[in-house]
């Protein structure tokens, strides 16, 4: 009861640290004194009111600030308004969403995951009977009907992630809609929409999101799909976002080409494709269709150890070339190749391992560099990338201790 400011209606309800330092300094430099009539609240008699602004802490300010809006407008409002409105909720969007709370509580209570949805035009709040004057005006912003059924069933979260007066967010939308299945907001770009790591078909989406039907597009759909079920699969945070930097968006660059390609008969992912698959095809694509072959003059980089033997039958490769990588991929059908920047940078080291006998078994062994010396297994990978032998993975680890 000791100062106050002038606030305007753009001011946030949820304050910000830099909010609620400048709401402190102006509360600090006001002069306001209280008239004698102004009588102290009920709910705040046995409340200490004498308390020294400059003892409070930025915490204190947003909380009592966010006390202070509850009770002005109403708990129920309060989280009314940030379900509708949850990025950057002001004051005259509280004062909105009390006028038509009624209608607002009825819509939501029929399907609350489109909250956001409602947020787009709130001249509709007047005149809401039921959802369908929102779907028209999403219809009529390129929506498809596939997409708003998909839409009912996603979770608030993603919703809100979308900027839905954006042509280029609601193309990736219509895009998501089309690959079937649930898209947690972890594999959505904030600022584009884009799925990680599929940020360059963007352009491609914009001229075709209304269009996901041709052989190109259902190329393009299977060929996510698959990169979506191997990133689900992978339970390390660091192997999901090395597939989201390194290998999705050379798996983007050949979907796109595939796409734009004047073949007679155009290449059709199938059902039986795996993930494997794809990446073998994608480095077939980058290293051979796009003339990168050994036509070419080679790259090589520096080899840590070159080859050698370890054991009576065990023998190991360093593959130090573009051609050798090329020839592993040719001899273990793998994406092998597509490995060659990390090998140029030093960050990794791939050979080739064979154990001789009379059951011989091969595979090809990645190094990862850890610290300035110091080498560890990144993985081990048979032919067509299947798993290895006890054997084999004893034989890494001997070579592992060569390369520390």
């Known amino acids: 009861m000791k100062a106050r400011v002038k606030l305007a209606e753009s001011c946030r309800v949820v304050l910000s640290d830099e909010a609620a330092w400048n709401l402190k300094s102006d509360l600090m430099r006001s002069v306001w004194q209280a008239p004698p009539s102004i009588q102290v609240p009920e709910c705040l008699l046995e409340s200490r009111l004498d308390f020294p602004l400059e003892a409070a802490s930025l915490n204190d300010i947003q909380r009592a600030w966010t006390s202070a809006i509850r009770k002005r407008y109403g708990a129920d409002v309060f989280k009314l308004a940030l379900r509708i409105i949850p990025k950057h909720t002001t004051l005259l969007d509280l004062s909105q969403v009390a006028a038509f709370k009624t209608v607002l509580h009825a819509r939501l209570g029929e399907n609350p995951s489109l909250a956001p949805l409602l947020a787009q035009d709130r001249g509709m709040w007047s005149n809401l009977p039921n959802w369908q004057l929102v779907k028209n005006r ?32 609601l193309s990736w939308v219509n895009f998501h809609a089309a690959l079937n299945r649930n898209i947690p907001i972890s594999w959505v770009d904030k600022q584009t929409a884009a799925l990680m790591g599929f940020g360059g078909l963007s352009t491609w989406l914009r001229r075709n999101h209304e269009n ?17 079920q191997r990133r689900e699969s992978n339970i390390k945070l660091e192997h999901r976002k090395e597939l989201e930097l390194e290998e999705f968006p050379l798996i983007a660059d050949w979907l796109l080409g595939s796409a ?25 694509w980058h290293l051979v269709e796009l003339d990168v072959d050994f036509g070419r003059q080679n790259v090589f980089w520096p080899e840590i150890l070159g080859m050698g033997k370890l054991g009576d039958n065990i023998e190991f490769i360093e593959l130090n ?25 030093g960050d990794v080291c791939i050979f080739h391992l064979q154990i001789k006998g009379h059951s011989p078994q091969r595979g090809t062994l990645e190094l990862r560099r ?4 110091a080498w560890q297994i990144s993985q081990l990978k048979g032919p067509c990338n299947a798993p290895v032998s006890s054997q084999l993975w004893s034989a890494a680890y001997l070579l592992l201790n060569r390369a520390n």
């Open 321 to 345: 070339s573009l051609n050798a990588l090329l020839s592993e991929a040719k001899k273990m059908h793998h994406c092998v190749p597509s490995y060659i920047d990390r090998c140029m940078a």
């Open 370 to 373: 850890v610290g300035a010396k």
């Open 212 to 228: 996901l039907g041709t052989v190109a597009a259902l190329n393009i759909l299977r060929g996510t799909r698959l990169a979506l």
């Open 138 to 169: 999403m219809l009529a912003q390129g929506l498809s009907q596939q997409t708003w059924r998909w839409l009912t069933h996603q979770t608030t979260a993603y919703i809100a992630r979308i900027n839905w007066g954006q042509l280029s967010h």
């Open 260 to 284: 734009a390609s004047t073949r007679k008969r155009p290449l059709v992912i199938s059902r039986n494709w795996t993930y494997d698959t794809l990446m073998a095809r994608q480095a077939h």
